[in-house]
């Protein structure tokens, strides 16, 4: 009687184990399990044209404010005067400088290859990381996530005083619903004034890869302002979301939600690349059209010199002449 007692009690148990073995199974499973991606059709287009192009000031719509945006004093703004095709977003930021972590800090390294924040959070410790900028929402624009989209861009940045952003950068990043980082390498928009002059032109090769199955309903566009700036940080246009291969039979863009100018003349992508401080690309070329256009007058020193021999020679042949024959 107490063996049978004790191997109902085993039998329990084994029951209750396997029930909360299954249980936390389950949750795990729930837990991983990514958002599915899906499109709403209305949205979508075969041509190839920007989802936001910042032509009309509907975008308004489309453009939030990351969680911490108001400590860097995060502004948004259509901006007429620099633009890459029709009008742009100007992005301005107002700050003493932000203490503490944002999502790069664990990326960024010295010039010796060292990571200069060893001991920043994970990212997915959101809760000690400032994620100040702009963000788009994967709803808006008919999606139920970005997950294995692509998101291209024309951008433009501004040369604040050294080491106002982190890293003296910009950063481009999907994310989930709270805010985690779903990418191990975001994108990194960095301010280069000399051979990629993205700071006087617009620079149309910004893209990030968004990871599939990563349950990404944000792209972020963080701006780390650890120091002291008062002024424009960040001008983006024609940002162009293009769907994963497997969302239809052709190639799917989201189709523009805030009243596209296609008919706006786009900028050159690069008017002048520097090469030092006196000449440029543009200059060098200027100058060898200059060249083959006109005559260079070395050409008349070395015509001038061939006919002066050719007028001694004949010279000193006729004096030989006179002098057999006479």
Avoid at 176 to 191: F, G, Y
Avoid at 251 to 256: D, E, G, I, Q, S
Avoid at 301 to 324: D, M, P, Q, S, T
């Amino acid at each position: 009687m107490k063996f049978e007692r004790l191997l109902s009690a085993a039998a329990a148990v084994v029951v209750a184990l396997s029930s909360f073995s299954l249980a936390v199974y389950a949750d795990d499973e729930e837990e991983e399990e990514a958002i599915k991606f899906e499109a709403d059709s209305t949205y979508l287009t075969e041509d190839k044209e920007p989802a936001l192009s910042f032509d009309n000031d509907s975008f308004e719509d489309y453009i939030h404010l990351t969680k911490d945006a108001g400590l860097g004093g995060i502004s948004i703004k259509q901006d007429k005067d620099t633009y890459y095709q029709g009008n742009s977003l100007r992005i301005n930021a107002s700050s003493d400088g932000v203490d503490g972590y944002f999502s790069c800090s664990g990326m960024v390294r010295d010039s010796d290859n060292n990571l200069v924040y060893p001991d920043a959070p994970e990212a997915d410790d959101i809760d000690n990381i400032k994620v100040i900028g702009i963000e788009l929402h994967a709803e808006d624009f008919g999606l139920s996530c970005f997950d294995g989209c692509l998101i291209n861009f024309a951008y433009r940045l501004s040369q604040n005083d050294e080491g106002t952003l982190l890293d003296d950068s910009v950063w481009v990043m999907s994310a989930d619903e709270d805010s985690v980082r779903t990418i191990d390498s975001p994108l990194k928009l960095q301010v280069n004034t000399t051979l990629d002059d993205n700071v006087t032109q617009y620079r149309s090769n910004g893209l990030l890869s968004v990871p599939e199955s990563s349950s990404s309903t944000k792209i972020i566009f963080e701006i780390p302002t650890q120091n002291a700036v008062n002024g424009d940080v960040l001008y983006l246009d024609n940002i162009v979301i293009q769907l994963p291969e497997s969302a239809g039979d052709s190639t799917l863009y989201v189709a523009n939600v805030d009243g596209y100018n296609a008919n706006a003349e786009a900028r050159a992508e690069i008017d002048e690349i520097k090469i030092s401080k006196t000449t440029s690309i543009g200059d060098a070329a200027e100058e060898v059209e200059k060249e083959s256009d006109s005559t260079s007058p070395l050409v008349f020193v070395v015509v001038g010199v061939v006919i002066v021999i050719v007028a001694v020679v004949v010279v000193f042949l006729i004096l030989r002449a006179r002098k057999r024959f006479y």
